[in-house]
């Protein structure tokens, strides 16, 4: 049984940063992808940031440079660092994994991911 747990979500002001952190187990990667969504009050889910079996990371543009998805295999962890946070970033984060292969241009997309983590809550406020 696949099961994700995130953690490391709070309160920060803007400009500051977050780590957060998903732990994995019952999954094996292989050629699937493992990422990071959000989904703010109100709107639909969104994809963040998502890493292939090979390592390459696909970011949405609202987050380029500012965040950096990366893994510990030997943890079975997923990592998503938040730099420079802003407002908008307010939202509940999920973690996310793939049965199989998505095509780089669906990566960002919520329909190709199967399993899913209960979500931690960022606020980003002053």
């Known amino acids: 049984q696949v099961q994700l747990v995130e953690s490391g979500g709070g309160s920060v002001q803007p400009g500051g940063s977050l780590r957060l952190s998903c732990s994995v187990s019952?999954?094996?990667?292989?050629?699937?992808?493992m990422g990071w969504f959000r989904q703010a009050p109100g709107k639909g889910r969104e994809g963040v940031a998502v890493?292939?079996?090979?390592?390459?990371?696909t970011y949405a543009e609202s987050v380029k440079g500012r965040f950096t998805i990366s893994q510990d295999n030997a943890k079975n962890t997923l990592y998503l660092q938040m730099n420079n946070l802003k407002l908008e970033d307010t939202a509940t984060y999920y973690c996310a994994a793939s049965r199989g292969y998505i095509s780089w241009w669906a990566r960002l997309s919520e329909t190709g991911y199967s399993y899913w983590g209960q979500g931690t809550q960022v606020t980003v406020s002053s």
């Open positions: 019952g999954y094996t990667q292989s050629s699937g992808c």
């Open positions: 890493r292939d079996g090979a390592g390459y990371a």
